[in-house]
């Protein structure tokens, strides 16, 4: 088998420890090397590598909601370096669906370390805009919340696009929800995303669940940005 | 831009997109249209749509870059067709190739190319030798001969000998690529281009390059742009036809085949021809022609060999082998800069801090972000020995340096490798000499091959004088 990423042939040790049957491998040891988790300390909110048990991102959102944060807390497994930029910019930005599929290993791992004891509880996917979608034709959100081992549901839809990326923080924090719920429930979810970088995106989905009484809104997402 | 409401094309308008859209290969999102600006187009069939897959017996062919590896055939499930879909994995950097969405060709009116009085502004001039080979590839472009393999040495000035070739096929109102394997060299040639043909529409086209159109007449690109070009180009010149990757990547020549007319030119250069390459030409089965001597008309410096005994066990320690540094302390001019090539990164890396030359010593390898950097600071001589890997063994040239290879017996090293190392020394007429010395510890046949071959050359040169 191929490393997904560079294409080098995956050597397999034969021994013992192969008869044990292990999740599938898509990256070499190279490339898995190149990919940092968050190990040591980190924000208990929001997953982001900190001393403080909260940073200073959440410190913010908890005032700014006056301890009515919609969100639960957000669970990340990598830190957003350069050989994840250059993965996420493949997979998402280029199409490069079989990317994810590394990516979804790494997930569905993580899921089960962290969230498997919670029952009663859906995943939901961020979606994109059906513009994007049409572009794209994979909703990388999806492809995740898909990897895991709890039921997946698609109730949120985007109904405008506008591109994230160009606005400025404050612009982000204050911009309007751009999510709609396609029916309620009242069951706990975990939200889905690639990444979380301000946490705006996450909280105007976790906004609408709380809104119709979910009991508890965390999100699990790949990258800490 | 279009009308759309009316249904016939002014004439400007539709020059305008043959000029830009003939030749090329495209998918929807690269054909710069509206909806309806495309709809129209369709309508008046001035793109056809071609397949983006081709399935052969056993495997499924990506028809944009030729691929056919089955470890590049991606699967995707299409959100908009809920169905899914093969996807070229190969060529996905470029713009996702997959089974539902077509490749568009251009099928309007053949794009009319001015034919120039007198482009060429370079005011330069050839010597003899660089002269007859200008004069076969102007011959080879007049007869419409099909292909011209040029086998000039390193250092013969490649360049200039192209201008006289180009300059007929400008006047014929041909569109010319030239491509080459690294974008590096694109952009250094981009600018002598534009100076030597100011009147002349140019792009150089790679990936994150400021022009995109690629539209021009004369079109600078690594190899790998050719992939959006069909039936495009009147005479193709491939730049280092032996270079990795152009020989490892079968992509390549399926591109730059279809980028070219069916009645076109190819030339061919090169200073190490693959095997297959040196066959034609031996048996005369490739029209061909040697540029033997460099522009200086100094012959090429002759690689020595050094046995190196411990050389594995002092490598491992990181250490410099010790007739390296004998060597080194004995140059025979001290004031040249020093280009030592390693067969790893991390040897490079390493041997950098180990030994203490009193010096600006730096290392290079392929994904150094500042690799572009430290070559230009070595270039400027503010760094005196610069420790790399085999990226650069071509397309790079430093005025005076001596030029050890350390490990020669390494596989990396093999024999074009080993001739285009060689031929970083004395390239300049100031200093047209420089040592060549490969450190080993066995001989090997890359060696040997490598040292016959270069003085070969030298002989045919001597030959000519
Ligand atoms: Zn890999
Ligand atoms: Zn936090
Ligand atoms: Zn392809």
Redesign the pocket.
């Known amino acids: 088998m191929k ?6 042939e ?1 050597i397999v040790d034969v021994n013992w420890s192969t008869l044990i049957p292990k999740p599938p491998t898509y ?2 040891d ?3 090397n190149k990919l940092v988790k968050i190990t040591g300390q980190r924000c208990m909110m929001c997953s982001r590598e900190s001393k403080m048990k909260l940073c200073s991102d959440c410190t913010y959102w908890k005032e700014h909601y006056k301890g009515e944060d919609p969100l639960t807390s957000n669970y990340s497994l990598f830190t957003y370096n350069q050989h994840m930029q250059d993965m996420i910019a493949k997979w998402k930005y280029r199409g490069d669906y079989e990317v994810g599929k590394a990516f979804q290993s790494y997930f569905s791992q993580g899921f089960k370390q962290k969230f498997s004891k919670m029952k009663n509880i859906i995943a939901v996917p961020i979606p994109l805009s059906e513009e994007r979608l049409e572009e794209r034709r994979f909703n990388q959100a999806l492809m995740l919340a898909e990897a895991l081992t709890i039921p997946c549901e698609e109730i949120l839809e985007r109904d405008h696009s506008e591109k994230q990326s160009k606005k400025t923080r404050y612009q982000r924090i204050s911009s309007e929800n751009p999510f709609k719920l396609k029916k309620t429930i009242n069951k706990s979810v975990i939200l889905v995303d690639d990444i979380y970088t301000t946490g705006t995106t996450i909280r105007h989905a976790a906004s609408l669940f709380k809104q119709v009484g979910c009991e508890a809104i965390y999100a699990y997402t790949l990258i800490r940005g | 831009m279009l009308n759309t409401k009316n249904p016939l094309y002014s004439t400007t308008d539709l020059q305008e997109l043959t000029k830009r859209y003939s030749g090329k290969l495209l998918l929807r999102q690269e054909i710069d249209m509206t909806q309806d600006e495309f709809s129209s187009a369709i309508k008046h069939q001035l793109f056809s749509e071609t397949p983006p897959f081709k399935s052969k017996s056993f495997f499924y062919q990506c028809q944009r870059c030729g691929n056919n590896k089955k470890y590049y055939l991606g699967t995707i499930p299409c959100a908009v067709c809920q169905k899914n879909h093969y996807y070229c994995r190969k060529c996905v950097e470029m713009g996702r190739v997959m089974t539902c969405t077509p490749l568009y060709i251009w099928n309007g009116p053949e794009a009319n190319w001015e034919m120039h009085e007198n482009p060429c502004t370079w005011s330069g001039e050839l010597t003899s030798v660089q002269e007859k080979a200008s004069k076969r590839m102007v011959e080879a472009i007049q007869n419409r001969e099909k292909v011209l393999l040029i086998w000039a040495v390193c250092g013969a000035g490649k360049t200039e000998m192209l201008f006289p070739g180009i300059t007929e096929a400008l006047k014929m109102g041909k569109r010319i690529c030239l491509a080459t394997p690294r974008a590096d060299v694109v952009r250094e040639l981009f600018p002598r281009f534009k100076e030597a043909f100011q009147d002349v529409s140019i792009q150089a086209l790679y990936g994150g390059s400021p022009d995109k159109a690629g539209n021009a007449q004369l079109i600078l690109a690594t190899t790998h742009q050719l992939i959006r070009y069909q039936e495009a180009f009147d005479l193709m010149i491939i730049d280092e036809v032996d270079a990795f990757p152009f020989h490892m990547d079968p992509s390549l020549p399926f591109a730059a085949n279809r980028a070219k007319k069916t009645t076109s030119t190819t030339i061919y250069l090169t200073a190490t021809p693959r095997k297959i390459h040196r066959k034609l030409v031996e048996q005369k089965k490739i029209p061909h022609v040697f540029v033997p001597i460099r522009y200086h008309g100094f012959p090429l410096p002759v690689p020595t060999l050094t046995l190196c005994f411990s050389l594995k066990k002092q490598l491992k320690l990181n250490q410099y082998p010790t007739p390296f540094l004998k060597w080194y302390q004995k140059r025979k001019n001290p004031s040249r800069q020093l280009l030592i090539f390693v067969s790893t990164i991390d040897l490079a890396q390493n041997l950098k801090k180990s030994h203490d030359f009193q010096l600006k010593v730096e290392s290079v390898h392929a994904e150094d972000p500042e690799r572009e950097e430290k070559v230009q600071l070595f270039r400027k001589k503010k760094i005196d020995i610069l420790l790399t890997t085999t990226i650069l063994e071509r397309g790079v040239t430093f005025p005076s340096v001596d030029v050890a290879v350390i490990d020669a017996s390494h596989d990396v090293f093999d024999e074009a490798a080993l001739v285009q190392i060689a031929g970083r020394a004395g390239r300049n007429s100031n200093d047209p000499t420089g040592e060549v010395v490969f450190f080993h510890d066995g001989k090997t046949n890359a060696m040997v091959q490598a040292i016959r071959s270069i003085q070969k050359m030298n002989k045919r040169g001597e030959a000519l004088k």
């Open positions: 490393c997904t990423w560079c294409f080098e995956i990256l070499c190279t490339c898995e």
